[in-house]
């Protein structure tokens, strides 16, 4: 018996080619043709789309890039943030011409955590060192902040943590929940990248007296010196670093997360150079939303060929979507949607993808 989930899926009609289908988003207002062939109209509509959402969460509507600003290198956005005024993230301001972290350092992030069974649903789990443990856990670390504003967040309460900055916690304070029952630690969210300083001082105090893996999933816009820490905790501890690669296209990732993907693909490849260190556990993961009616299997076809330009050994999960903040009147992944970027990534000659979330995946289009 198949299970096929009741959604409120709804028809939308593109703002540029007026095509009406439940495969465009009515948040977003226009369709995956009209963004790849006409951007000069399409990401400007785009853009009112994403300022839209993050006005709902008191958050900026976009990175400041003022002339005085103070800069802030965390992230792909390098914010120059003039005084009185918060980054991208929500989490750094210009306070009397100095540069303020209001949460994301050692002292405190905004973060919740929880311990998550083992064997857990995370996205690398099939291929983690960890996935016949049994009895143990994985504890589950949830930063409230991200540097992209992806329409589709499943977890996008993060953005409701950001513009409160509230719970707060410190690294030496989030060490204490690991115990001997904790396996691995996962980062995740939101998105670890605007708090990497708080992540990577709480990792290295529990190395020094816990034996097991730090993980990490992320969306990859971190800065380069951010991420060879990364890189580094996670070889010694045997973790992963799971890359959410969302479009390969340029203007639709823009489109769908507010940023481009210049900076993920560099970043991806620098984790991609130190693979054969340690393909097994791997140290490197990637996995695509499939988005219907954005993220199809050309998309998947081109992010097959990037990653298998690296190592065909680099697994990659194929993620089913479920509608959720501005494209909640989209269906879930159809299974032959599924299916076809399937074939599309393993005739890319990527050797180890799987569908994920196949509960998800239903019959609504074709």
């Known amino acids: 018996m198949r299970w096929v989930l009741s959604l409120p899926v709804k028809e939308a009609t593109c703002r540029i080619c007026r095509t009406r289908s439940i495969l465009?988003?009515?948040?977003?207002?226009?369709?995956?043709?009209?963004?790849?062939?006409?951007?000069?109209?399409?990401?400007?509509?785009?853009h009112e789309a994403h300022a839209r959402c993050r006005r709902l969460f008191g958050l900026p509507e976009s990175a400041p890039q003022a002339t005085e600003g103070l800069p802030c290198q965390i992230c792909v956005h390098e914010c120059r943030i003039p005084e009185g005024s918060l980054g991208y993230c929500g989490l750094r301001t210009n306070r009397g011409g100095k540069l303020v972290s209001?949460?994301?350092?050692?002292?405190?992030?905004?973060?919740?955590?929880?311990?998550?069974?083992l064997p857990t649903n995370c996205v690398a789990m099939s291929f983690c060192g960890e996935r016949e443990t049994r009895g143990k856990s994985n504890l589950a670390v949830f930063y409230g902040?991200?540097?992209?504003?992806c329409l589709f967040c499943q977890n996008w309460h993060y953005m409701e943590n950001a513009s409160r900055r509230q719970p707060v916690q410190s690294a030496a304070s989030l060490v204490q929940a690991v115990t001997p029952q904790v396996a691995c630690i996962c980062y995740f969210g939101g998105d670890p990248t605007p708090q990497l300083p708080h992540a990577l001082a709480a990792s290295r105090i529990a190395l020094q007296a816990w034996k097991g893996r730090i993980c990490w999933e992320t969306n990859g816009t971190m800065h380069p010196t951010l991420l060879r820490r990364m890189i580094e905790l996670s070889l010694e501890s045997g973790g992963t670093i799971k890359f959410d690669l969302k479009a390969w296209s340029e203007p639709l990732h823009i489109a769908l997360t507010g940023v481009g993907n210049q900076r993920t693909l560099e970043n991806f490849a620098t984790v991609a150079s130190h693979f054969r260190e340690r393909p097994d556990p791997p140290l490197l993961v990637a996995?695509?939303?499939?988005?219907?009616?954005?993220?199809?299997?050309?998309?998947?076809?081109a992010i097959s060929r990037f990653i298998a330009g690296f190592d065909p050994d680099i697994?990659?999960?194929l993620l089913g979507f479920y509608p959720h903040l501005f494209m909640e009147n989209l269906p879930t992944t159809s299974r032959v949607h599924a299916?076809?970027?399937?074939?599309?990534?393993?005739?890319?000659?990527?050797?180890?993808?799987?569908?994920?979330?196949?509960?998800?995946?239903?019959?609504?289009?074709?």
């Open 24 to 46: 465009i988003s009515k948040q977003l207002g226009v369709c995956a043709r009209c963004i790849q062939t006409e951007p000069a109209r399409a990401l400007p509509l785009a």
């Open 102 to 117: 209001l949460a994301g350092t050692p002292e405190g992030a905004v973060l919740h955590w929880y311990y998550d069974p």
């Open 145 to 149: 902040a991200c540097t992209l504003n």
């Open 287 to 301: 996995s695509t939303l499939l988005i219907p009616g954005y993220v199809d299997e050309e998309e998947v076809r």
């Open 315 to 317: 697994p990659y999960v």
């Open 339 to 366: 299916e076809r970027c399937l074939r599309a990534a393993q005739e890319a000659g990527l050797r180890r993808v799987r569908i994920g979330n196949p509960h998800l995946l239903s019959d609504l289009y074709p």
